[in-house]
């Protein structure tokens, strides 16, 4: 039956289904063809040999719709119900009929289109929270991914680059003028950045970054059901494209939510995600893993212009020019600076820091976070003891302000501004830092916050209370605080901001001082 080949509009009739059906519609990709049928879609593999992906024969179809169902369990078992023959002719399909099959289709459960991340973004329905959930479920997913092993042909720099390579091949091929000296340009900036990160790429590949995730991982391969967001629609058809590293992963997410004008979503997610995973080692590869992410948009662009016409072929020429835009601002920027905040616990640092990520935009680290994963603890696990000898003895927070200066090296040293989180309470705590920002040449500044003490007071034993917060700072640790707290000099106030956090700071107000004083 491979000469067989199905009319995909002929599946917009009841009568090819065994199940009732409502509002048939046909939605197309580059590779594929999904039959939305009312409680049911069924989604098809065109027939086509784009070189990384091959579906021109039955049985690699067939192959193809197994892994999907296969893989897609892992993060979508509510979605993802079977493999089914289509039978019948190309003009007479009959989904899940008897007699010999020559098509397969993957049967998903349907969900409401609008639903679907990109539709909620462009709705203005998508919120700061639903980044916060979304890291967190990729964190878990990336944690549970099977890693590849020492054998394993994946995760290599040289592969990686090839795969790049391969983009900016069919690039170059379809381009001209302008479009075709930006491809070149992409060209040698992502060869050096390979070169320039090979160290780094092999750590990741022996500590067990490489693995199998999601490998497609953008607004419209995630959506909303009910209180959770789901990722769907994850690469099956080429392994090398699944098997990767766990930032590269979240670089397509970060690529489109900057690609879709919303830079602020996109430093929310992924300070999120370090802040769940800790992995901000692999920061230093983002940049370069979101140019490669929208390199891959653009020839997608590219490949469906070339099967296009009229309209069609405009738009997509134009999305060609968008990400080819993108990746070129991307490879150019940089903008590092170091901000500590600075105050006794309850003086609203993490609140202020959280708006200052996406304002600024920054990317965060925080001593509470910190503290704990290095003594073993969730989030918001509590420790035996909080003060003395718990995680709040000298020892301990000499360990987390060691950690902190780390991780704020790895940010800056990925070309971002950071944020640093913590109390800062003692002078020599501050100048470590302000050490390590004259060592890298970085400009930095202090966002300092005080309320009045009974407010300082009030806001502890009622974090205390809710117990859903990282900090274990009780009434105990702010007395301790109060007592021992060594005031900012004078020559550390000239770099400093003043905040009261008694009523509603201006976060705009602050985000615009705070530029003029690191970047004018």
Not at 12 to 18: D, E, M, S
Not at 284 to 313: D, K, T
Not at 396 to 414: G, K, P
Request: with cysteine; proline share 3%; glycine share 8%.
């Amino acid at each position: 039956m491979e000469s067989t080949r199905i009319n995909p509009t002929a599946l917009l009739q009841a009568q090819a289904y065994a199940h009732p059906v409502r509002d048939l519609h046909l939605v197309e990709t580059h590779i594929s063809w999904v039959l939305l049928t009312g409680d049911y879609a069924y989604k098809i593999k065109k027939p086509v040999n784009l070189g990384f992906v091959d579906f021109s024969t039955l049985e690699r179809r067939r192959r193809a719709c197994r892994d999907e169902l296969r893989l897609n369990r892992r993060y979508a078992p509510q979605l993802y119900l079977d493999v089914v023959p289509i039978t019948g002719s190309g003009e007479h399909p009959r989904v899940g009929g008897t007699g010999e099959p020559f098509e397969y289709a993957v049967k998903m459960r349907q969900f409401a289109q609008d639903q679907q991340l990109d539709r909620l973004l462009d709705a203005g329905r998508l919120r700061m929270e639903d980044m916060d959930a979304l890291a967190e479920a990729i964190g878990a997913l990336h944690a549970a991914a099977p890693v590849a092993g020492a054998g394993s042909p994946y995760g290599w720099p040289a592969r990686i680059q090839r795969n790049v390579q391969d983009n900016l091949d069919t690039l170059r091929a379809g381009t001209e003028g302008v479009l075709h000296a930006a491809v070149a340009a992409l060209e040698t900036w992502t060869q050096a950045q390979n070169r320039h990160l090979l160290g780094t790429m092999h750590a990741r590949r022996s500590g067990g970054q490489v693995r199998e995730v999601h490998g497609d991982l953008h607004l419209a391969n995630l959506v909303r059901l009910d209180a959770a967001i789901v990722p769907f629609d994850c690469i099956e058809f080429n392994e090398a494209l699944r098997w990767n590293d766990t930032i590269s992963d979240l670089a397509f997410l970060t690529m489109d939510l900057r690609a879709r004008g919303r830079p602020d979503l996109a430093y929310r997610v992924l300070g999120r995600y370090l802040e769940v995973s800790g992995d901000y080692a692999g920061l230093r590869l983002l940049r370069y893993y979101e140019v490669y992410r929208a390199l891959v948009r653009a020839m997608v662009a590219l490949i469906r212009r070339e099967g296009s016409s009229g309209a069609g072929q405009a738009a997509q020429q134009r999305e060609l020019e968008r990400y080819l835009g993108l990746a070129h601002a991307l490879a150019a920027a940089e903008r590092r600076a170091l901000v500590l905040m600075h105050g006794l616990s309850g003086s609203g640092k993490t609140w202020l820091s959280t708006q200052l990520v996406t304002a600024l935009p920054a990317v965060r680290t925080r001593s509470d976070l910190e503290r704990k994963r290095l003594h073993g603890l969730g989030e918001v696990e509590r420790s035996a003891s909080a003060v003395d000898a718990g995680i709040y003895s000298a020892q301990a927070s000499a360990q987390t302000y060691e950690r902190l200066a780390m991780i704020a090296q790895q940010i800056l040293d990925a070309g971002e501004t950071a944020i640093v989180d913590a109390a800062f309470l003692r002078r020599a705590e501050r100048a470590r830092f302000r050490g390590l920002a004259r060592e890298l040449g970085v400009p930095l500044a202090i966002v300092s916050c005080h309320a009045p003490q009974d407010e300082l007071r009030r806001r502890v034993e009622l974090r205390t209370r809710r117990g859903t917060d990282a900090s274990e700072a009780d009434r105990e640790v702010l007395e301790h605080q109060l007592a021992a707290a060594e005031p900012l000099g004078d020559d550390e106030r000239r770099g400093a901001l003043l905040i009261s956090t008694a009523g509603c700071a201006d976060v705009s107000a602050l985000a615009q001082r705070l530029q003029q004083m690191l970047f004018a």
